[in-house]
């Protein structure tokens, strides 16, 4: 049974993820993207992750094709860390300059990732928000992707590339190591008022690993106690990790074809070819399975309802809108079943919000290719998932 929410309720919970949806109006349409990257641009399911959208500059070293559409690897990056604070901290304390840390028994691993840390005891899982949390407003969650790379990311985390991204803060990034890898920390006010954030980056060429705290700004304990969880981060690149650790449903795999890509918390990509396709400018099919909260039937309404314009705001034009009510495999499902045109190309999107009866999974399929096909396939894939 997942640890208790400390007062938050079912309602509370839907509100923060429907809040926390990417909100794509401020961004520049993407231009020459394939449906994989823009869809994974406007999936962002994070709760301690704002909502912010500011695109990642383009590496010189890309050739012209690549610099047509936005690397999705770097979209994660911005999507996780440049989004997470509404301005970056004008003060910021003096942190460390090196962590250094080795794995002890005291270490316990953080689900979904091959991170181990040092936390108070009364830190709880709380399995559904796929974080560890003291109470409301205090709380830290750690991400790791294997689509993207601290390497490929680390040109982001300077003040020049804030400004350039039109964040006019004299925002200060404090650059350390965490062991033997280049590490990025900064603390600041969240978008939610009377909130502060702290952001701990790192990773090499292979993988990049956010830990995000979260305390009121008036709570200077919670805050050096979120510091001194970070201190004990240890790195385990041995560890051998399941990548579907922790997803809380099972469906038909064969139906598609498609290959885990990959993972980031509670969010699970799925491509035709797997991994590779996330360096593919051309992938064209993709499935995004994730994990939410339970919620009220009227929530979740709210929440699907809410969701088209999003799109639409990231340069894909729905030529279907209207959100159906239907029964899939005994739960209540909100469907939107559209066309889509991108850059002038046609393609589907097939999107379920399915509640359950103690969690809720959010679906999307796309696809710029074998439209009907592919809508058959992702139909049926939606009425094989089963809930754990």
């Not at 979209?75 to 002890?104: G, H, M, P, R, W």
């Not at 804030?162 to 600041?188: M, P, Q, S």
């Not at 990773?203 to 995000?212: E, I, S, T």
């Not at 360096?279 to 699907?304: C, D, H, T």
Request: hydrophobic letters at 35%.
């Amino acid at each position: 049974m997942a640890a208790p929410t400390h007062g938050q309720t079912a309602e509370d919970k839907a509100r923060k993820h429907n809040t926390v949806y990417t909100k794509w109006a401020g961004c520049a349409k993407i231009k020459g993207s394939s449906p994989l990257q823009h869809l994974i641009g406007l999936i962002s399911l994070k709760p301690a992750i704002a909502h912010i959208c500011i695109y990642p500059s383009v590496s010189g070293n890309f050739n012209k094709k690549q610099k047509q559409y936005f690397n999705m690897k770097n979209v994660l990056f911005l999507l996780l860390f440049f989004t997470t604070f509404y301005s970056f901290a004008q003060d910021l304390e003096e942190f460390t300059n090196q962590i250094t840390t080795t794995k002890t028994q005291k270490h316990k691993r953080i689900s979904g990732t091959k991170v181990f840390c040092i936390a108070p005891s009364n830190y709880e899982y709380v399995k559904e928000l796929a974080r560890y949390q003291r109470k409301d407003k205090l709380y830290f969650q750690v991400i790791e992707t294997s689509g993207s790379s601290f390497t490929e990311a680390k040109s982001n985390f300077t003040k020049e590339a804030l400004r350039a991204k039109g964040i006019t803060d004299d925002g200060i990034l404090k650059n350390l190591f965490l062991n033997e890898y280049n590490c990025v920390y900064t603390e600041g006010p969240s978008k939610y008022p009377g909130e502060t954030k702290l952001i701990m980056a790192f990773g090499d060429d292979d993988f990049l690993v956010f830990v995000a705290g979260v305390c009121k700004n008036s709570d200077d304990e919670g805050k050096k106690e979120l510091q001194e969880i970070f201190k004990t981060i240890y790195y385990d690149k041995s560890f051998n990790l399941n990548p579907l650790e922790l997803a809380n449903f099972e469906f038909d795999e064969s139906i598609t074809g498609f290959k885990h890509a990959m993972s980031m918390s509670n969010m699970i990509i799925y491509t035709e070819n797997g991994k590779s396709d996330l360096k593919n400018p051309n992938a064209g099919a993709l499935m995004n399975i994730a994990m939410m909260p339970q919620m009220s039937e009227m929530k979740a309404e709210q929440f699907a309802n809410d969701l088209p314009w999003r799109f639409e705001k990231g340069g894909a034009k729905l030529k279907n809108r209207d959100i159906q009510k239907e029964k899939i495999g005994g739960f209540t499902a909100f469907i939107l079943d559209t066309k889509t045109e991108i850059e002038s190309k046609e393609g589907i999107l097939y999107q379920v919000l399915l509640v359950g009866d103690k969690s809720s999974i959010l679906f999307a399929g796309t696809a710029d290719r074998d439209i009907e096909s592919f809508k058959a396939k992702f139909k049926k894939t939606v009425q094989s998932i089963r809930f754990k």
